[in-house]
């Protein structure tokens, strides 16, 4: 074969044209870069549009909303930047080489990046089930704590409040309950950082806890997301099979300083009180129940009393509430802050609780230069709480006493000491005579940094503590039941410590076609907690009350801790807007279980279809988005700080795999130890896999927004007590055994019904369904008093486990009970019969806007759950206890015929019966809240030198709808016990709030 020769004219020649037309083909195009900002608070917008007009070229804004654009030198003339919730500008390019530019918030619409854990995320690439809380008018609400902000404001959350008590706290479930023994509330991240809502009050007052989150101020708080399905909340791992509450907090922004300041005051008053028989009913009472059981009646004459007092009315009281708050926030270019003070204020509708908190904020943000940015969150809150005996505790309790003391009994005795009754104290007595403070600090606070290597990629440290500390001072003196007096000093201790490091990518690649987000990064954290407790009985006065002057005293100390070392990384991919894809994946080490499951994964994967994008739907017009969503993921469940209603099982909670021992077994003069707890080295944490779908559609403009969602949550490993053979020395060990199912469906519907000028209104509605059901349990699990709440193979959790009553039989007046066999047996003819889970639940609001004039009515509803009246079983005793009735005795049988529900008072028909005519219909529609309020027109307000100013006037709990007899169907004895849900026995019952505020900003 012949070589073919090039001349080197030839490729010099080729090589100076190609280099001509590039030089050419370059000087034709060049760069435009810039910043987008938001006009209203001049932060940087990221996920901004900027497309070539007339092209298919496009870039999008970065997380410091900078971007880079390269364009057509002689062809592209102008540049249109959107977003969606922001209105759409459109700029002509002519000779510039940078253009900045400000985007004006588009009123006409809700949707907006959210918050997607160590993230943003545009909510139009979104593929997992995430709520944002609408906080619209909530600062107009007088609400002690932020669980209570999403109350009927989020499908498939339920939140209740345990009691009316002040700073009583409330069990918040996403989309059910999973767990027995470990705690069922979600994750909180406020500001970033993970919180486990920890309760360090050693003292058992009778079911319930305070509330660890009332340090947080809700005025304080910007936004709030849910995540809820296995997508969104694999990011936490072993923490987020309940879902995970992020929080927000607000923070400054660039301009002069805004003030603003709010102050609320108003009273509480009582819904119900118990109703009670007087003395001489009372009287009448009890000498026909020892008539029907033979007996000599103990009242000769039951008419004529040396007594008639109503107990109740003498513990309850119209109560004060006032609430202040202040913020200062301002900034420049390179340091923008937040400062904000409030004082809550509350006294409780039963005497004598009261809460007093103060808390003080400052949020600072530093921009260093283009690639460093850092900032610092910083809380510390200081709370006072004057606690009282009370729900389950009958023979101590403020209520309890009061329902149960003799009302033929005079509150004093002639020489002025309080009277007595048997095994009850006296109702003053509990008043007056015992004291329960407790006084909380908290620092919560971190510190973060950003470096950004490139416009697309940077790097995240943040370094945080949460330190807690409790003091409680407790005295009962001699007039109450610890005649010898009782006194306790405890003091608790938490330090939690994260560090958290992150790495972030994000770019556009393929001409801007595909779109990916990427995060991968590493936790590290530790819990401390240390308590000492010392308690003192038999003083010789009430004068002295401290534990130091007590004849018999003793103390305890503990101290316990936990770690977490995670490893998690997600990854986000969308195509044209089209099609998105998200991939989760964390494992997470933890110090609470055994040496043979230290680790686990939990990956997440979640899928998205922009319907609207596709051309078939492009010109319905009617149709403004459409998506549908799809995910699966696991995560798990490790808080088990609650594994035990004893208050200090707080101490033990976190070694609950391993072999403990314990001191004082002491033998003659040798000192000793033993066994209290056998190690369990394959436990391992609660596994909750999750499959979701949801569709999200906007229609009319967006102008209507639905969400629809369809869930199933397959819980593993439910940690339960088992019995082992005695052989081992024990009787139960804690295992993994159990398995339950929650499924369920989701709606959230918001509307702009008006939208004019001087005339708006914007409905909010969302309701859920849930199903429950424990489909794996090898043996039976019993709470509460005598097991009257089981947890069964096939059952719902919070199962109802009683006599299941038929009536009354109209000849006799005997107890109509189910058997299994021919004779009834108390012991063995037991059933379940309803649970404590509602079938659906949800909420919905009005807010109308006319010419500044302002109002909004709040609805909240459960529907299909039962209530057991516990208090009504104590009262309707039908003579077998020594205290006062219940006002439904009266409706006992006494004569052949009577058709009741209420048998014959004999010991027969009620000794050893938990009759299910106790278990009530427990659904309720509550109008929740309405706020009137009136915004002074702007010009009026710049005349007095003011921003802003508003006046409203609050009611809430105004109505409640509901079949239940009891004192509010929405109480929960058990406090934050896990074990016990949807029980009254003599618990606050929440109040109706009448208020009134102010709040200017200059």
């Known amino acids: ?110 949707l907006e990046p959210i918050h997607i ?53 409330a069990t918040v479930w996403v989309r059910g309950v ?77 301009g002069k300083p805004m003030v603003n300041f709010s102050i609320l005051y108003g009273e509480q008053s009582t819904q119900k009180r118990p109703e009670i028989a007087d003395a001489s009913t009372f009287q009448q009472l009890m000498n026909e129940a020892a008539t029907n059981n033979g007996l000599t009646p103990p009242f000769a004459n039951p008419t004529q009393t040396n007594a008639n007092v109503n107990y109740p009315s003498q513990v309850f009281q119209s109560a004060a509430v006032r609430n202040i708050n202040f913020s200062i ?21 039963v005497k004598p609780a009261a809460f007093d908190r103060k808390t003080f904020r400052l949020n600072l943000d530093f921009d260093w230069s283009e690639k460093i940015k850092a900032g610092a969150n910083l809380l510390y809150a200081r709370g006072t709480n004057e606690r009282m005996q009370n729900d389950t505790d009958a023979l101590n309790g403020v209520l309890g006493t009061s329902a149960n003391f003799l009302p033929n009994l005079p509150t004093f005795q002639a020489n002025g000491s309080y009277t007595k009754s048997g095994i009850y104290a006296n109702p003053l ?90 995060v991968i ?110 995910s699966y993921g696991l995560a798990g469940n490790q808080n088990f700080t609650n594994f035990s209603n004893n208050p200090n099982a707080i101490l033990l909670s976190n070694y609950i795999a391993q072999g403990l021992w314990n001191s004082g077994a002491n033998y003659a003069d040798w000192l000793g130890i033993e066994p209290v707890q056998l190690a369990n080295p394959k436990l391992k944490w609660e596994t909750t896999a999750q499959m979701n779908v949801g569709l999200d559609v906007g229609l009319l403009k967006d102008k209507i927004n639905l969400s629809i969602e369809y869930y199933q949550k397959q819980t593993s490993d439910v940690l339960v007590p088992v019995s082992i053979p005695r052989s081992t020395g024990f009787a139960t060990q804690i295992q993994n055994i159990g398995q339950v199912e929650n499924k369920g469906i989701e709606i959230n519907l918001n509307a702009k019904i008006l939208n004019k000028k001087d005339l708006t209104w914007d409905l909010y509605f969302n309701v859920a369904t849930n199903q429950n059901t424990i489909t794996s349990l090898s043996n039976t699990y019993s709470s509460f008093e005598n097991g009257v709440i089981r947890f069964e193979e096939g059952s719902p959790m919070y199962s109802f486990w009683l006599h299941k009553q038929n009536g009354v039989n109209a000849e006799n007046g005997n107890i109509l009970l189910e058997s299994r066999n021919t004779v009834f047996n108390p012991a063995t003819d037991r059933f379940i019969i309803g649970n404590a889970l509602p079938q659906f639940y949800g909420g919905f609001a009005n807010v109308v806007n006319w010419n500044g004039l302002e109002l909004t009515v709040f609805v909240q509803f459960t529907q299909g759950n039962k209530q057991l009246n516990w208090s009504r079983y104590a009262q309707e005793h039908g003579g077998t206890r020594n205290a006062n009735f219940s006002i439904s005795q009266l409706d006992r049988w006494q004569r052949t015929g009577d058709i009741t529900n209420v048998p014959k008072m004999t010991d027969a028909n009620y000794e050893n019966i938990y009759a299910s005519r106790f278990l009530e219909d427990g659904s309720f529609v509550r109008l929740k809240n309405i706020v009137l309020a009136y915004h002074l027109p702007k010009e009026v307000a710049e005349k007095v030198k003011l921003q802003t100013a508003k006046i409203y006037l609050s009611v809430q709990n105004l109505l409640t709808f509901t079949k239940y007899k009891g004192l509010d169907p929405e109480t929960n004895a058990g406090g934050g016990y896990p074990a016990v849900q949807g029980v009254e026995f003599y618990t606050v019952p929440q109040a109706r709030w009448l208020t009134a505020g102010v709040q200017i900003g200059f």
């Open 429 to 518: 007595a509990t008043l007056n005579e015992q004291g329960n403070t407790l006084l909380t600090n908290r620092f919560l606070g971190n510190i973060f940094a950003n470096y950004y290597f490139t416009e697309d990629l940077f790097f995240k440290t943040s370094w945080s503590l949460n330190y807690q500390n409790a003091q409680e001072n407790l005295y009962y003196s001699t007039a109450t039941n610890f005649s010898q007096g009782r006194g306790v000093s405890a003091h608790t201790f938490e330090n939690q410590y994260v560090i958290e490091n992150t790495l972030h990518y994000q770019t556009l690649i393929g001409y801007n076609k595909h779109q990916i987000h990427a």
């Open 178 to 254: 999973s767990s027995i023994l470990a705690s069922s509330s979600p994750l909180y991240v406020i500001d970033g950082v993970p919180v486990l809502p920890t309760d360090l009050s050693s003292q058992d007052v009778g079911g319930q806890i305070a509330n660890p989150l009332s340090d947080l101020n809700p005025a304080d708080i910007e936004r709030i997301e849910v995540l809820k399905d296995g997508s969104a909340t694999a990011i936490y791992g072993s923490r987020a099979a309940n879902g995970v509450v992020l929080i927000q907090t607000k923070r400054g922004t660039k």
């Open 1 to 110: 074969m012949k070589k073919i020769e090039v001349p080197c004219w030839f490729i010099f020649f080729v090589f100076t044209c190609l280099s001509i037309i590039s030089i050419l083909s370059f000087a034709q195009n060049r760069t435009i870069s810039g910043k987008v900002i938001s006009a209203k608070d001049e932060t940087p917008l990221e996920g901004v549009n900027i497309m070539v007009k007339g092209t298919e070229k496009s870039t999008t804004t970065n997380a410091k909303g900078t971007y880079r654009i390269v364009i057509n030198r002689r062809d592209d003339k102008e540049l249109v930047f959107s977003l969606e919730g922001y209105e759409s500008q459109t700029i002509k390019i002519g000779t510039k080489g940078t253009i900045n530019v400000e985007l004006m918030p588009d009123a006409t619409t809700v």
């Open 117 to 169: 854990g160590y993230g943003m995320q545009d909510r139009r690439v979104l593929a997992g089930a995430i709520t944002s809380i609408n906080l619209k008018n909530t600062e107009q609400m007088p609400l002690a704590s932020p669980d209570l902000l999403l109350q009927g404001r989020g499908a498939g959350i339920l939140v209740n409040s345990h009691s009316g008590t002040p700073n009583a706290g």
């Open 521 to 630: 990064g590493n936790t590290v954290q530790e819990n401390i907690l240390k308590r000492t407790i010392a308690e003192g009985q038999n003083f010789p006065t009430n004068n002295f009350t401290n534990v130091g002057a007590a004849f018999i005293r003793n103390s305890f100390a503990g101290n316990t801790s936990w770690a977490l070392l995670s490893w998690f990384a997600r990854f986000n991919y969308a195509y044209k807007g089209k099609y998105m894809a998200n991939l989760t994946v964390r494992t997470d080490g933890s110090s609470r279980f055994g040496t043979d499951n230290r680790w686990g994964t939990f990956p997440a994967v979640g899928l998205a279809w922009n319907i609207k994008e596709e051309k078939f739907l492009e010109k319905v017009k009617a149709i403004s988005s459409m998506k549908i969503r799809a």
């Open 329 to 349: 926030a301002g900034g420049d270019s390179t340091v923008k802050y937040l400062f904000s003070f409030n004082n809550w204020n509350q006294d409780g509708i």
